[in-house]
């Protein structure tokens, strides 16, 4: 039974950290129809600038230094760079091949700076664990759950209760529809864009907190974990991101609890089971399960 309720916990912590990610993901998706794969390159980012700057400023300092600083480079990405490509929803296709790109150069410089070190973030959690009963969780662990719980609802209420929620609802519903309306399109999708690089830079933290070692230059790659979290939800739900976030993180956690059962799926089952889920599930419900219905021409 503890062994049950240790993975239960595990894969909720990892749910509401790959939340952080997968929201960031149907955000910019929303705003601007554009499959972001450059995530993995930010939340390297915001990692890196936590562990390269806590020892000056404090864990806290640096957290908070790192969450602006991304989300700037963030919105830097999609003004300079992608809404030179097109703002149009045709050219959304080729603005995800652009982020492909950005994700090279920007990984390229982060790997070649960090090279093959570990990184430590300075969090202030370290190696503690707790004893909840029967079960004894990392102090990281509750942590993450706690302040993920926190951002994403925060994230909810910037979608439910201002302007620019409303606007990015509109954005999502008709786009030209909502710049006839006086929805300024490109703003919507700039502060979508510093929202989820924000966020990454959170999850950051919390990815390679203890049990972690630490932050390497393939810490970015953890980002393509939430990518199946995101599909499941259908793209353009916040809740669907939520569901399917905790669907994967308790699906890699039961896995690797309970690896020594599954070994004739082999050892490396527990790194595709997300995506087998992910495809598995798309069988039964091809647009996701929260996907919106569209109109239908009779």
Same mark, same amino acid.
């Given at each position: ?42 939340? +390297?980012? @915001?990692?890196? !600038?936590?562990? #390269? ?6 864990? =806290? $300092?640096? /957290? *908070? ?114 710049? +006839?309306? @006086?929805?300024? !399109?490109?703003? #919507? ?6 929202? =989820? $690089?924000? /966020? *990454? ?98």
């Amino acid at each position: 039974m503890s062994g049950f309720l240790d993975n239960l916990l595990n894969g909720l912590a990892l749910g509401s950290v790959y939340a952080l990610i997968a929201l960031g993901f149907v955000t910019i998706f929303k705003a601007s129809g554009v499959l972001s794969f450059a995530h993995g390159s930010l939340l +390297l980012l @915001g990692g890196y !600038l936590v562990a #390269v700057l806590h020892d000056d400023i404090g864990f =806290a $300092g640096a /957290l *908070a230094v790192a969450v602006l600083a991304t989300a700037a480079v963030a919105g830097a990405l999609d003004r300079l760079v992608l809404q030179r490509v097109g703002t149009d929803p045709h050219s959304a296709h080729v603005q995800t091949i652009v982020t492909i790109g950005i994700d090279i150069v920007l990984v390229t410089d982060l790997a070649r700076r960090i090279g093959g070190d570990l990184l430590p973030l300075g969090d202030p959690w370290g190696a503690a664990v707790t004893d909840l009963g029967p079960v004894t969780v990392a102090d990281s662990r509750i942590a993450a759950i706690l302040v993920s719980a926190v951002a994403i609802a925060g994230a909810f209420a910037l979608f439910r209760f201002t302007p620019w929620g409303l606007s990015l609802r509109a954005a999502a519903e008709d786009g030209e529809a909502a710049a +006839l309306m @006086g929805v300024r !399109l490109t703003r #919507v999708r700039t502060v979508a864009w510093c929202l =989820a $690089g924000g /966020l *990454a830079a959170l999850a950051a933290v919390f990815l390679v907190a203890f049990p972690a070692p630490g932050l390497e230059r393939t810490t970015g790659q953890i980002a393509l974990k939430a990518f199946p979290a995101a599909i499941l939800g259908g793209m353009t739900s916040p809740v669907g991101a939520l569901v399917g976030s905790m669907l994967i993180g308790l699906t890699e956690a039961f896995v690797a609890g309970y690896q020594s059962d599954l070994h004739v799926l082999g050892e490396g089952f527990g790194d595709v089971a997300p995506y087998a889920v992910m495809v598995l599930v798309l069988l039964v419900r091809p647009a996701g399960l929260f996907a919106a219905k569209g109109a239908a021409r009779v």
